[in-house]
């Protein structure tokens, strides 16, 4: 990670635990984020789960888990924070693609971390944030998702993260050439994932992958879970 401004800030002691909003299209998707920050909750305190909406006022940090979602330009930062204006939102992606990371920011976004982070490197990576520093990727590509931190929507069908975002996508209704713009994937890459995730899911057409992707869970869900309310 690379780490920009605001350090002397970084040092302060807080007086409580920093307050965190995981967002996503996919219930799954942010409970599994907040299962992998649990043993940290001394640190931070994962206060709410969004799904389709915006995050509450009471936040200091919205980590926005890009998992077939909007990104780079065509994020929408006030939407994603909602109420929260003064927090600070975060990508998660395993896409580092710099010309995204760039949108990212350029669009409002205060950091960008890597999916390959292991808990610990995310937590202090957050801190940062919170404490003024913009964080981004020290290398640039495609990272390799902790399976072991993180789950989605076909992982127990054997997808791996990369391949359900794609079956997530598909199932929106998005074109490969939409995909691959989204993505920042070529269309070939694009194309392959495709491939290997129908042979998975035992689908030919792209018919049937809609129809297997809806039964799986791959609808965008909408839902707001407050944790420490509970």
Excluded: C
């Amino acid at each position: 990670m690379r780490y920009r401004g605001g350090m002397s800030e970084i040092t302060t002691v807080e007086t409580r635990p920093l307050r965190l909003a995981v967002v996503n299209d996919y219930a799954l998707v942010v409970a599994g984020v907040a299962a992998m920050l649990e043993p940290f909750r001394e640190r931070i305190q994962v206060v709410e789960l969004v799904s389709g909406m915006a995050a509450s006022a009471d936040v200091d940090v919205v980590l926005y888990d890009s998992f077939g979602a909007q990104q780079g330009a065509s994020m929408d930062v006030p939407a994603a924070l909602g109420e929260a204006s003064r927090a600070r939102l975060v990508v998660y992606s395993w896409n580092l693609d710099p010309g995204l990371v760039r949108e990212a920011l350029a669009s409002g976004a205060s950091g960008y971390l890597s999916k390959g982070l292991d808990a610990a490197e995310v937590v202090t990576a957050l801190e940062a944030i919170h404490g003024g520093a913009t964080v981004v990727p020290e290398r640039t590509g495609v990272a390799s998702p902790r399976a072991d931190d993180n789950d989605w929507p076909g992982k127990s069908n054997g997808l791996s993260m990369r391949e359900s975002e794609i079956v997530a996508l598909i199932t929106q209704g998005l074109t490969n050439q939409d995909i691959a713009s989204r993505t920042y994937l070529s269309i070939n890459s694009v194309k392959t994932y495709i491939r290997t995730a129908y042979r998975k899911m035992g689908v030919e057409r792209r018919s049937q992958a809609v129809l297997w992707g809806i039964r799986q869970g791959f609808d965008p869900d909408v839902a707001r879970r407050r944790l420490d309310r509970e």
